[in-house]
Nanobody
Framework: QVQFVESGGGLVQPGGSLRLSCVAS????????MSWFRQPPGKERELVAT????????EYADSVRGRFTISRDNAKNTLYLQMNSLRPEDTAVYYC???????????WGQGTQVTVSS
């Protein structure tokens, strides 16, 4: 059974930082590209960042490039998202899934809420 468990969200002031984690299980984590998505209030889920499985290639949405960094630890089946210089428009529920710029699996975790507000 595929499972994603996201954590690390919270309330942060504009300009602050957070590090999100996603522990994955039920599939061969190390052979899959992995992606972070987010769903802002009242909007559709959108791609934030994606990372290949080997010789890591990373791509970012224009809105987060230069501020967010995606990384992974294959030994721990864990995906990370370091978020710096946070803005109010980064407020969303953040999710991870396998796949290159897409969700490979229909299963989603509960997500982790990020709120950027003064």
């Amino acid at each position: 059974q595929v499972q994603f468990v996201e954590s690390g969200g919270g309330l942060v002031q504009p300009g602050g930082s957070l590090r999100l984690s996603c522990v994955a299980s039920g599939f061969g984590f190390h052979v899959y590209a992995m992606s972070w998505f987010r769903q802002p209030p009242g909007k559709e889920r959108e791609l934030v960042a994606t990372m290949s499985s080997a010789n890591p290639v990373k791509e970012y949405a224009d809105s987060v490039r230069g501020r967010f960094t995606i990384s992974r630890d294959n030994a721990k089946n864990t995906l990370y998202l370091q978020m710096n210089s946070l803005r109010p428009e980064d407020t969303a529920v953040y999710y991870c899934n396998a796949g290159w710029k897409r969700a490979e699996f229909a299963d989603w975790g509960q997500g982790t809420q990020v709120t950027v507000s003064s």
